[in-house]
């Protein structure tokens, strides 16, 4: 039973660590989705600011060109001059002129102020590339140090299972059984350790004669309380 016993206590041991490495596998996609959603917004930031450029530009070509219809409005107005007959025709000539070039003026000074937002824009949006090109690359650093975390526990994971495999294969089957039950039952732990009298799964005391046959390692004995396998992993002297 000696032997068994400690072929058990080795499979404990390799499934508390394959049951590490899968909670840290279980982990990886989430922290992956969580970098691709940083960079995402990263990304979009930029782009929405690049969209702000476009738009105005759009308004200044749109402004520009109807600065240019006017302007040919102006020059046929005033190519009409020469032709009026009358004072009054000549003064409503004027007057629509006016009224056209202070149109003109205002949408001058329209297209001024979207060429300065424009202006600020692209240097608001230089500086920005820069400081998300910066953050892209420090998420590209994240994103390797992950993958090679899963690329290293992928590792881990099938050393771990071959391992566990060879093991119980030396496992009697009536007592893998019994292992793998309360393993179901125990939030992953069968097999538990005793120290200072003191069963290391429920933290119950144990009774001092069991103590005593829990020390030899030569018969299966289960914990009064959780009913775990107790196994002794050390010196007597360390009891």
């Not at 400690?6 to 490495?21: A, F, M, N, P, Y």
């Not at 930031?45 to 600065?67: A, C, D, F, P, V």
């Amino acid at each position: 039973m000696k032997k068994q016993l400690e072929l058990l206590w080795g499979l404990q041991k390799v499934d508390l660590e394959l049951k590490s490495i899968k909670e840290e596998k279980d982990r990886y996609p989430k922290e992956m989705k969580k970098l691709d959603e940083k960079q995402k917004i990263e990304k979009e930031k930029i782009q929405k600011e690049k969209e702000k450029i476009e738009s105005l530009e759009k308004t200044r070509r749109q402004r520009e060109g109807q600065l240019n219809l006017e302007q040919e409005k102006i020059k046929r107005a005033e190519g009409r001059m020469s032709e009026v007959k009358t004072n009054k025709e000549y003064q409503a000539l004027l007057i629509e002129i006016d009224a056209i070039k202070g149109a003109n003026s205002r949408m001058e000074e329209e297209v001024l102020q979207v060429l300065e937002e424009i202006d600020e824009l692209k240097k608001d949006i230089s500086k920005r590339e820069k400081e998300v090109g910066m953050t892209l690359e420090k998420i590209e650093v994240e994103r390797k140090k992950l993958q090679e975390k899963m690329d290293h526990d992928e590792g881990a994971w099938n050393e771990k299972m071959e391992r566990r495999e060879v093991l119980s294969k030396q496992i009697e089957s009536k007592l893998f059984k019994l292992y793998h039950t309360l393993k179901e039952k125990r939030q992953g732990v069968g097999v538990v350790s005793v120290k200072n009298e003191t069963c290391q799964g429920c933290f119950v005391n144990v009774p001092p004669q069991m103590f005593i046959e829990v020390l030899k390692n030569n018969a299966l004995i289960r914990c009064p309380n959780c009913n775990r396998i107790l196994y002794w992993d050390g010196d007597r002297s360390r009891k």
